[in-house]
T-cell receptor, first 112, second 111 residues
Framework: EAQVTQNPRYLITVTGKKLTVTCSQN?????MSWYRQDPGLGLRQIYY???????DKGDVPEGYKVSRKEKRNFPLILESPSPNQTSLYFC???????????FGQGTRLTVV | AQRVTQPEKLLSVFKGAPVELKCNYS??????LFWYVQYSRQRLQLLLR??SRESIKGFTADLNKGETSFHLKKPFAQEEDSAMYYC?????????????FGQGTTLQVKP
């Protein structure tokens, strides 16, 4: 089944403890993106990647890192999480020239 | 700056009533506009895009460049339409990797 898979789905962590949220797609998409969803703010883009080894900042990149070493994977790294990064995170992928972005199931992160 | 605005956080209607979810955007170029929907416990999925000019699940949306709007409409709401709806903008045709989303509107259709 063609899909975008995120892990974990739920995560509670403590301030300052490094964590990684994984994202994988099996559709051979070039574009991959990370968004965070917060009440009243909608989805805001954190980072996106146009292809392997090509990444760029979105609207809210502070406190996050990404890497794109393989086409199918686009992990989101929080080196030192803080409570203001408590949010619902979505990964998405799409073709260059495509008509639709495909989203993962979401990862609910709580930083205490 | 580019922006998408959905003025209503919650829209509550009765089954069979008409629905209009508002979306306004600010962008000086030629945007591509989308509506995405998120049903309870499901992932975000594309509902429709302005370029295709199609009707999906009875929903339509027309891009009005003069008013910079892309409102989503349905003549008769159904209970299964209850969901969160997001309007989104792409500044480049064919670039769905970088979308700007509105704040979202929760549609509640009451029986």
């Amino acid at each position: 089944e063609a899909q975008v898979t995120q892990n974990p789905r739920y995560l509670i962590t403590v301030t300052g403890k490094k964590l990684t949220v994984t994202c994988s797609q099996n559709m051979n998409h070039e574009y991959m993106s990370w968004y965070r969803q917060d009440p009243g703010l909608g989805l805001r883009q954190i980072y996106y990647s146009m292809n392997v080894e090509v990444t760029d900042k979105g609207d809210v990149p502070e406190g996050y890192k990404v890497s794109r070493k393989e086409k199918r994977n686009f992990p989101l790294i929080l080196e030192s999480p803080s409570p203001n990064q408590t949010s619902l995170y979505f990964c998405a992928s799409s073709f260059i020239g495509g008509t639709e972005a495909f989203f993962g199931q979401g990862t609910r992160l709580t930083v205490v | 700056a580019q922006r998408v605005t959905q003025p209503e956080k919650l829209l509550s209607v009765f089954k069979g009533a008409p629905v209009e979810l508002k979306c306004n955007y600010s962008y000086s170029g030629s945007p591509e506009l989308f509506w995405y929907v998120q049903y309870s416990r499901q992932r975000l999925q594309l509902l429709l895009r302005h370029i295709s000019r199609e009707s999906i699940k009875g929903f339509t949306a027309d891009l009005n460049k003069g008013e910079t709007s892309f409102h989503l409409k349905k003549p008769f709401a159904q209970e299964e339409d209850s969901a969160m709806y997001y309007c989104a903008l792409s500044m480049e045709a064919g670039n769905t990797g970088k979308l700007i989303f509105g704040q979202g509107t929760t549609l509640q259709v009451k029986p």
